[in-house]
């Protein structure tokens, strides 16, 4: 991305679209019991207060009724129905994990099968966007966390944190290609997962062979732990990068969420809050409800001057259905060069 004269003046940049990811798969509800819901209504219900609040996209999971997260697809067709009819306007963005809860005690925190991740793509009603990994990572998410971030909940229980401490996303070319190719023929946007510069290398050369003709939609996650530091060298490194094209949101966690969140608005990025992110307000002295992190960024950005798309704009700005005919197209939409006449872009094999 080329920041030039005048780009970190509102004026010059996109209205501030912000991901609310309310659910929070790792969590079980007596970690946060005033903000986790549990009921099918209560999480329908969640989705509204955040889109009131001022998120127009919803990172989605969703949880049985005994709290754990659901690997029930039948249960995200009802959550999705159920959101879409309260709030039409919202981007609701499924995570492509499904959950990487633990489905017992002392089990592994881990993701689902590559056929079993597929199934999203035939989700009904259909979302807007699902969530896409790129190579395979370590997925520590814990290696950010202070001990006084988890106390008193239950990533602090040894067998727990450990689970999420040895995660792995398993994403290989196999699945990613034929995901993206599946997502795309059900009309449903790639919402790209990159952990660092390689992730991303990886889908522009997916986009110069004509595996994705989409837009670029992305989150940077800076969690580290496998994934990209929150800092700002990694993120300037990162941009560096990126096409203008792009729309990038910035995802951190714990307490690097609200400092990384500050850096993307000044510099016309994308944001991302929620419970999945983080509980805890700035000065840990009480956790801090997704709409309160909401609220806190709407406040922010409009102390930058820098206004909040509605559902609308949102929708825009994201290009939501949007996707291209050719290899060309995409390239100039996202900002990319055009490819080299003659050379091989990446490893291109025969067509089954």
Known sequence: ?????????????????????????????????????VSMEAQIQKAVDCYNAGATVLHLHVRELDGKGSKRLSMFNELIAGVRKAVPDMIIQVGGSISFAPESEGAAAKWLSDDTRHMLAALEPTPDQVTVTVNTTQMNVVEQMDVEDVAGTSMAERTNNAAYTNMI??????????????????????????????????????????VYKGPLVCNWVAIGGGMDQPTIYSLAHFLRAMPDGAMLTVESSMRNVLPINMMGMAMGLHVRCGIEDNLWNQSRTEKMSTVKQIEQLVRLSREFGREVATGKEARRICRIGVFYETVEETLAANGLAPNAKGRQQGYLRKAA
């Open 1 to 37: 991305m080329n920041f030039l004269d005048g780009s970190l003046f509102p004026e010059n940049q996109d209205k501030l679209v912000i991901t609310a990811a309310p659910y929070g798969p790792e969590w079980i509800p007596s970690d946060f019991p005033e903000d986790i819901p």
């Open 169 to 210: 996303v398993p994403s290989t070319p196999s699945f990613f290609e034929e995901h993206i190719r599946r997502l795309t023929k059900a009309g449903i946007q790639s919402a790209f997962q990159f952990y660092n510069i390689n992730s991303y290398e990886t889908v522009e050369r997916l986009i110069r062979r004509g």
